[in-house]
């Protein structure tokens, strides 16, 4: 059974740092595309970023390029999150989401349950 | 604003169809596969159309995708009370970026 479970979700100053991590499941992690994506409170669905299998490629949103860094670690089965600079508008459930195969990134069927990130004084 | 354009809300009576569109532009859903995602409140999106039209395993058939030029369409029919929920597109861009659209909340009335 295919699992993914977010964690380091926590309330940070604005300006702050914080790492998130993804623990994956149940399928040959180092095969697929691994997304970040993130819903603030009340509002839609907003990709944050995407890495390739073997972590070579990563992608970013433009509200977060430079600020953010997705990697990988194969061998632990965990994508992580590395997020700096952060502002209220950064304020979200951070979901990953495994991507559709080893080619498309776009995520599919498996998401985590999400971790809360709170950007406040 | 969202890079695909979906109506911010749609409604039907039980039994009805209901079409949800998704617009986009020849970068993204002009050139590559659009899916599907429906997310119950508090809880985390479900995958329901991929590659267009196709339907993953569980996912009754009274839910179909389809793709036309630039834009997209999920259609529901026999509308149950239980479908009541927010959807949303989704799909590449060629400027190296997945997109989703503004989503769209879906009312059975």
């Known amino acids: 059974e295919v699992q993914l479970l977010e964690s380091g979700g926590a309330l940070v100053q604005p300006g702050g740092s914080l790492r998130l991590s993804c623990t994956a499941s149940?399928?040959?992690?180092?095969?697929?595309?691994m997304n970040w994506v993130r819903q603030a409170p009340g509002k839609g669905l907003e990709w944050v970023s995407v890495i390739s299998g073997n972590g070579g490629r990563t992608y970013y949103a433009a509200s977060v390029r430079g600020r953010f860094t997705t990697s990988r670690d194969n061998s632990k089965n965990t994508m992580y999150l590395q997020m700096s600079s952060l502002g209220a508008e950064d304020t979200a459930v951070y979901y990953c989401?495994?991507?559709?195969?080893?080619?498309?990134?776009?995520?599919?069927?498996?998401w985590g349950q999400g971790t809360l990130v709170t950007v406040s004084s | 604003q969202s890079v695909l354009t979906q109506p911010p809300s749609a409604s039907g009576t039980p039994g009805q169809r209901v079409i949800i569109s998704c617009s986009g532009s020849?970068?993204?859903?002009?050139?590559?596969?659009v899916h599907w995602y429906q997310q119950l409140p508090g809880t985390a999106p479900k995958l329901l159309i991929y590659?267009?039209?196709l339907r993953p395993s569980g996912v009754p058939d009274r839910f179909s995708g389809s793709k036309s030029g630039t834009s997209a369409s999920l259609a529901i029919s026999g509308l149950r009370s239980e479908d009541e929920a927010d959807y949303y597109c989704a799909t590449w861009d060629d400027s190296l970026s997945v997109v989703f659209g503004g989503g769209t909340k879906l009312t059975v009335l």
């Open positions: 989401a495994k991507g559709i195969s080893s080619i498309v990134a776009v995520p599919d069927a498996y």
């Open positions: 149940g399928f040959t992690f180092s095969t697929y595309f």
């Open positions: 590659r267009n039209d």
């Open positions: 020849t970068s993204n859903i002009g050139s590559n596969f």
